[in-house]
């Protein structure tokens, strides 16, 4: 089935050596065949005698690759306005944490949660973020941190990959927290979690590890144990680094080649340093800097400078970002942390699939995969700059149009 979607202006992301000047068509073109994308270019230019079997004319729509959500938390039970409320009247995120609430009270409430109910609620979350344009979802257990409750979170997340139209990447959190019947056990817990990882990939569960390296999580010796099983199994790592202190975590993950360390506002020169050698994504999470009210920014200039792709994801949980929005943190990465409205667009596009090791989409460049979203919309800058409206839009997923 070929597929010709013209009057489009086109952004491209894409900067390859055939790559349209600035990645940006006004008057574009793009041809689908099936899963992948055939061609793209500027209409006028289209191949003569071009056969398809259907066509759209956009009106000048805005088109662009399928939004990457590379962060999320989506599989949970319960919700935490009780400690947005504690937080506002002055406990802090860490206070809570060492306190036994935090995230091991969405521990609780998620193994108190059926599997019905737990895919009832993410497949909800997921809808929501596919209606603002998401083809491509990462989704991390971690409110399990048991063999058995990881592995029915995982399988949710697996669900929901095959039921809805997009494409659903797992990473295996057990390092998340300490759950309570292992309390001033963390290395007996790390032993568990490794031990249970073999069965969880070999189940088809796992495409990444992930683990949180912080003073209330796990240490850096401790995360570097977690790598080493995920190396041991070839699982690529992803860490949660620096976000409330440098605990050198960054440069730890990029010694295991990490695709990606996320949040790092307290990332220090040599984390920077390493990740740009190493070629690890820099995930930065605009949300749960602002629900966490958090005043220290990510090193993004220094990040620029050394050349470390940035990308940008919702990190949607319930204690430190609980948005379903991807546009609106587009548009915080730009007021917040002053990313320019194309690096935050490459950062839910091209940087966010690479932060997921997919080289085959985030571009609009012919033999990529046809991820596509159509926005009522003249220019990107506008989907950053509009912030709480939702923009109409039209989701295609692996060639093929979508119901968002
Ligand atoms: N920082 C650790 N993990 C999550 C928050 C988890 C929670 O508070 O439930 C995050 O990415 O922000
Ligand atoms: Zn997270």
Redesign the pocket.
């Known amino acids: 089935m070929r597929t010709l979607w013209r009057q489009a202006r086109v952004a491209t992301l894409d900067d390859g050596p055939d790559a349209a000047p600035g990645g940006w068509i006004e008057r574009g073109a793009l041809v689908t065949d099936g899963e992948r994308i055939a061609w793209v270019g500027d209409e006028a230019a289209l191949p003569a005698g071009l056969q398809v079997d259907a066509e759209h004319a956009l009106g000048g729509a805005l088109l662009t690759p399928g939004l990457v959500d590379a ?1 999320t ?1 989506l599989v949970y039970g319960g919700h ?1 306005a009780r400690e947005f409320e504690r937080r506002l009247q002055g406990a802090s ?1 860490e206070e809570i944490a060492r306190a036994g609430g ?2 091991l009270s ?1 521990v609780a409430a998620t193994r108190a949660a059926d599997d019905a109910q737990l895919l009832a609620l993410a497949e909800a979350r997921a809808r929501a973020l596919q209606a603002e344009g998401v083809t491509t979802l990462e989704i991390k257990s ?2 399990g941190l048991s063999a058995e409750h990881e592995a029915r979170c995982l399988r949710v997340a697996r669900r929901l990959g095959e039921r809805l139209p997009l494409t659903v990447r797992t990473t295996c959190l057990s390092a ?1 927290a300490l759950p309570p019947e292992f309390a001033g056990r963390p290395d007996d817990y790390l032993d568990a979690a490794i031990a249970w990882l073999p069965a969880l990939q070999a189940e088809g569960l796992v495409d990444a590890v992930d683990a ?1 390296c ?1 003073r209330i ?1 796990f240490t850096p010796a401790q995360t570097r144990r977690v790598f080493e099983a995920a190396q041991r199994l070839g699982l690529p790592v992803k860490l ?1 680094a620096e ?1 409330l202190s440098d605990q050198g975590g960054a440069a730890l993950a990029a010694e295991f080649g990490a695709l990606s360390c ?2 790092l506002e307290h990332l220090s020169p040599a984390g920077v340093a390493a990740m740009a050698a190493a070629g690890t994504v820099a995930v930065l ?1 605009p949300g ?1 800097y602002y629900f966490l009210r958090e005043t220290q920014q990510p090193p993004v200039a220094a990040l620029r400078a050394a050349g470390v792709p940035i990308a940008l994801a919702t ?1 949607h ?5 609980p948005t379903l929005s991807p546009l609106l943190m587009l548009n915080m990465a730009c007021t917040l942390f002053r990313l320019t409205p194309q690096e935050a667009l490459a950062g839910m596009t091209c940087h966010g699939a690479r932060a997921l090791g997919l080289a085959d989409r985030g571009r609009l460049r012919a033999g990529l995969r046809a991820d596509l979203a159509v926005w009522s919309l003249e220019h990107p800058s506008e989907l950053c700059y509009a912030f709480g409206q939702r923009p109409a839009v039209r989701v295609v997923q692996g060639g093929v149009e979508r119901a968002p």
């Open positions: 962060h938390h935490r995120y935090g995230i969405t971690g409110y998340h949180f912080e999580a949660h976000q996320d949040h999470l749960a990190d949980n319930p204690g430190s970002s």
